[in-house]
């Protein structure tokens, strides 16, 4: 479109995100959340999905990782004791 452009506005101090790898190594997946707590459950759903597809043979064996990242100037990693309880 003629006189159209896109801003790309970055994250704001303090956003967090969740990011997991299904099969290390690999690309992240990263997921926006609002806050720790929401942190804490798709993290949890996302461990779930990686048993579930294990135990019913969907995938035969896997490495994966997950984490949670603030925003501070960068991506910062956050302790596992801050998000998970």
């Known amino acids: 479109m003629v006189g159209t452009s896109v801003i790309h506005i970055g994250p704001s101090e303090g956003a967090l995100r969740v990011w997991y790898i299904p099969q290390v190594p690999g690309s992240p ?8 707590y929401e942190a804490q459950l798709v993290a949890e759903a996302l461990v779930a999905l ?21 925003f501070e100037g960068e991506w910062c990693e956050v302790d596992t004791e801050e998000w998970k309880s």
């Open 29 to 36: 997946l990263f997921v926006p959340v609002r806050d720790l």
């Open 50 to 70: 990686s048993t579930f597809e294990f135990e019913n043979n969907i995938k035969p064996d896997y490495s994966d990782a997950l984490g949670v990242e603030r």
